[in-house]
């Protein structure tokens, strides 16, 4: 079969799978479209702000949808097909199961943080634990996704804009958007972004078909393609995070649960939105190997200049100079839009830790301005170790939420699998990394590392039969408790 019908089918799979089970995994959670949403009951006119359902949609896609459903795709690419099988049923079964359970969860517990959440289901130890790794993990997205459209924007301006330029000003406005109101900047100007994005993701997709430079080859879909025969378990599966399954969007989605006003709406809004940055990781994977025709030449390409050369000269070449810049803008919207509300996210996160009101200006610039400190000494890291970090990091903080909503179900009487089973399979997966990778890990060999992932994966899921359930706190308490 050619790429270009694993692409075809993998699309039609992601629209059909919104529409079924994401309606069943609506139905299992129970959303009440008659209970009061934090957006109602503890507006504050900041971080607490009812907003339209449409723009709450694009909001969140556009929040989750940084870097990651662009490069990690293109990376994905050179295992052939196998990533886009993973991207489809990735996005259907886990990732969009994720951030509805983030951002439903969140609502449940009055539009807390991922740390409370995660407490709230697995412990007080989780907790704490949660805190500092999701404040570790938001400012490493913000420097990943300020880095990234940098070095994108420095390859389509005159040279006095260089990249540390680009850096200085993407960092600015990631500085005013964190501080300000958030219907004020990210509520007005996310509406354009999210055009731009649009005409990007559905303007590469038709000239994929009508470009003579673009050649669908056929190939098997679990083939292990790469040039350098990297193992395809675990590896795709950390490789492509953000298009199949990210914990980074956990820590978004209750950023759009504080401004939701009716429950209805979160399949659309945080189920919808994951199956929408799907469909844009599906293109650049299937981009990266069919524009390159081959997985051979694609490694050459990102060997002379990474993902961000593929997004620029694939582009320029499928949709023309005008085409092609409206393409890279909208790659470099999906990162700024994804590194102002990852750094907006930390400053709530341990506003939270302190139980300190962000009302006034000068409470948020004390959190905010030795956040940004961090973010810009990090910015001497190069790109790869840092990209390397967060990929192992996001999905792991992604197997932790997916634990929570299991508990979260269980403890409901409801039908936790739709959670459990995901989140086994990445606790393997990110065991299995850990041990294997050379130079993030252990470098155990590939074998024993699939043994110890299984037998960690197993224990996991033991515990949670044995005492998942009775970790939870039900969130009527959390609210009373909130309240006194």
Known sequence: MS?????????????VGYLI???????????DPNRPTPAITKADGVDYVAMPTWKVWLVQLLNIAGVGPVFGPILGALYGPAALVWIVIGSIFAGAVHDYMSGMLSIRYGGCNLPVIVGNTLGGVAKQLMRVFAVILLVLVGVVFAKAPAGLLAKMTPDAMTFNVWLGIIFAYYFIATIMPIDKIIGRLYPIFGAVLLIM???????????PDVVF??????TNQHPKQLPLYPLVFITIACGALSGFHSTQSPLMARCLNNEKHGKSVFYGGMIAEGFIGLVWAT??????????????????????????DSAIALMGGFGGLLAILGVVALPVTSGDTAFRAARLTIAEVFNYSQRPIPSRLLLAVP????????CQVGFDTIWNYFGWSNQSLASIVLWSGAVYLASHGRFHWICTVPAVFMTAVCTTFICYSPKLGFGIPIETSNIIGIAVA???????????PKAHVEADEVLKKESA
């Open 201 to 211: 993701a559905f303007g590469m997709t038709v000239m994929m078909f009508a470009s």
């Open 3 to 15: 790429n270009g019908m694993y692409f075809l089918l993998a699309t039609a799979g992601l629209v």
């Open 21 to 31: 089970y994401g309606t069943i995994v609506a139905k299992v959670f129970g959303a």
């Open 458 to 468: 197993l224990a996991a899921f033991v515990c949670f039969m044995i005492f998942g």
């Open 287 to 312: 981009v990266g190997m069919s524009f390159y025709h081959g997985p051979e030449a694609l490694q050459q390409a990102l060997a002379s200049g990474g993902p961000a050369t593929v997004v620029h």
């Open 371 to 378: 956040i940004f400190a961090v973010g810009l000494v990090l």
């Open 217 to 222: 080859y056929n190939s098997a879909a679990w």
